[in-house]
């Protein structure tokens, strides 16, 4: 177990609804990961965020949202969704501060949210 | 720009035989990390082991090895006396730490190995 927790474990929902995926980062970390699964794309970095703040941006599409609020937890908003949107969705988190370049902040990754958009 | 390249897509052995995945990466920066995470049918992403770019010593964990070679970009995995259960998707991965601090991960496509009894 990572310490990190997503909900749901599974979301089957529609094309043109939206949803939001939420992560609990482990105690005392301040930075929240999120990349998505897919099977064309691979696994690929859509967003970060360090304590409340975006730090850093991937190919995250403009129907995507997310923020991470004052108790560190995040949330992923998918809107209009689409076919190509089901993909498993993981939330990774580490911390606590940003890390030298001399340094690494281990990333620990949550069990993932299976999107099914049918 | 950041790239990683794992060229076998899906590697099928019997069991007890060794196996090597390969991993090209690229990278301008001179301080940068790699790392394999596996994911086993279940889904979670599993990890396996963190290099650092100042570190090319080998190392060896129980049936799993790793070799980091920078002259040609590689940080290969082989697996010793395959077993079933290490039936899975392995995946290698690079983070550079950006200006910025954040120190994503850039995964390669994934190898998906399946051991044969």
């Known amino acids: 177990d990572s310490g990190v927790t997503q909900t749901p474990k599974h979301l089957i929902t529609a094309t043109g609804q939206r949803v939001t995926l939420r992560c609990s980062p482990r105690s005392g970390d301040l930075s929240v990961y999120w990349y998505q699964q897919s099977l064309d794309q691979g696994l690929q970095f859509l967003i970060q965020y360090y304590n409340g703040e975006e730090r850093a941006k991937g190919n995250i599409l403009e129907r995507f949202s997310a923020q991470q609020f004052p108790d560190l937890h995040s949330e992923l908003n998918l809107s209009s969704l689409e076919l190509g949107d089901s993909a498993l969705y993981f939330c990774?988190?580490?911390?606590?501060?940003?890390?030298?370049?001399?340094?690494?902040?281990?990333?620990?990754f949550g069990p993932g949210t299976r999107l099914t958009v049918l | 720009a950041q790239k990683v390249t794992q060229a076998q897509t899906e590697i099928s052995v019997v069991e007890k035989e060794d196996v090597t995945l390969d991993c090209v990466y690229e990278t301008r920066d001179t301080t940068y990390y790699l790392f394999w995470y596996k994911q086993p049918p279940s889904g979670e992403l599993v990890f396996l082991i963190r290099?650092?770019?100042?570190?090319?010593q080998n190392e060896i964990s129980g049936r799993y090895s790793w070799n980091f070679q920078k002259s040609t970009s590689s940080f290969n995995f082989t697996i010793t006396a395959s077993q079933v259960v290490d039936s899975a998707v392995y995946f290698c991965?690079?983070?550079?730490?950006?200006?910025?601090?954040?120190?994503?991960?850039?995964f390669g496509k994934g190898t998906k190995l399946t051991v044969n009894p």
């Open positions: 290099r650092n770019s100042f570190d090319e």
């Open positions: 991965a690079l983070s550079e730490a950006d200006r910025g601090g954040s120190e994503k991960l850039v």
């Open positions: 990774a988190s580490s911390g606590p501060g940003l890390a030298p370049r001399s340094s690494y902040n281990e990333q620990f």
